[in-house]
């Protein structure tokens, strides 16, 4: 098992009850399907705010970065950069806000 | 360009910059910057930009100051409340700096108007409060080609970059729709650190300052993101999309759409956009007051019922499906929050659970302060 880093915007977490950053377990690849696949089992109120529901594709308004990279085009079955999968880097899920 | 000797001495530290210099100061003289929205953003992007010399500023703010704008829109100040804020913005802006002019644009920017507006300018700063406002703006400036100085703010958390630069991305690269209503809590909603916008806005206005100045590295191609409880600032990369309907290769939006439709509401900090069934507060207090057998349920958060609240029944929203058990269904109940956001969504999630008799207090505690109870307070 492998503990993956994961930082979620301010209104996600509010939702999901955590605060700062949240890791999640995962066994085998790690993968943008494999955390988000953990991260809605440990925090189902998740469910539907970052991929959509049935079809679990991103939504439009949320987008994926590790490593200052933008991985949000990639396949959800792309392996994760190293210093992710390794833990020494989050996997950044960054959403948009109007606040001004 | 010439400048006067008062002018020198005020521009002094520009001017002995190599950065700046005589050059620089008179492109900043000849700028013309226009600012959208005179609050958490636009006050330290206008006062800063005003300070800097930039010769034309323009200002649009349909709103009027209020008291509960004094804990971040540094601008306005306690006498000004209920005054227009572009007048109150112009009256500061002038008293910083009597060298500039300032366009004041007292109304909402549309798709009727953003055009016209923005085409005077050759800078947009963008310190709106709503997805529909920075959708129109993001996609008025790629249509006529003004870079758009953009950033956002949510409790200790914001956002930074610059848009529509040639061959640089466009807000809707980023974020090709919005999200639904409700999900996303405004800053009235949700609240807001009154020092981010201030951190946000410095950061607009010097990348406006090097954009006049044709100097440095802009937040093009970058998406800054700024953490102020943690004080940690992470660079994002950013590429345009060949894909973007606006800017994309193929586009497909060439002039300015309903942006309220798109967004699905009035405006994310007015509206929910969920149509469920509302009690007006004078409604309520009827009924309470003729001794109707109603629950109240307050699904706000714990330490906004220590601020106020009008008894009843508290289940904060996010612990409703887990706490569904203690409403029973034939009861009435009218669920309340702030402002009526959240308590919207719960009336929905409890009459998609079978609730039938359950209604949404209308404009929230906030308007039962203001229309029924004047001795509560407002927050």
Known sequence: MIRIRVQLPAHLRTLAHVAGEITVQIDGTVTQRSVLDALEVNYPTLRGTIRDHITHRRRAFVRFFACGEDLSLESPDTPLPEPVATGREPFLVVGAIAGG | MNFSNEEILRYSRHLIMPEVALAGQARLKAARVLCIGAGGLGSPVALYLAAAGVGTLGIVDFDVVDSTNLQRQIIHSTADVDRPKVESAAERLHGINPYITVRTFDTQLTSDNALGIIREFDIVVDGSDNFATRYLVNDACVLEGKPYVYASVYRFEGQASVFATAGGPCYRCLYPEPPPPGMVPSCAEGGVLGVLPGLLGVIQATEAIKLVLRTGDTLAGRLLLVDALS????????????????????????????????????????????????????????????????????????????????????????????????????????????????????????????????????GGINAWAELVDPSLPRY
Do not use: W
């Open chain 2, 231 to 362: 004080m940690r600032f992470s660079e994002l990369k950013l590429s345009r999309s060949p894909d973007c309907p606006v800017c994309g290769d193929h586009p497909t939006v060439h002039e300015l759409i309903d942006y309220e439709e798109f967004c699905g509401v009035r405006g994310e900090e007015h509206d929910d956009g969920l149509s469920v069934p509302e009690i007006g507060p004078a409604e309520l207090k009827r009924l309470l007051d003729s001794g109707e057998d109603l629950l109240l349920l307050d699904v706000r958060e714990p330490h906004e019922r220590e601020i106020v609240h009008i008894g009843g029944h508290f289940i904060p929203l996010g612990d409703l499906p887990e706490r569904i058990h203690e409403l029973n269904s034939a009861h009435q109940i009218v669920a309340y929050c702030k402002s009526g956001v959240r308590s919207a969504r719960a009336v929905e999630f409890l009459r998609s659970a079978g609730f039938r008799r359950v209604r949404n207090l209308r």
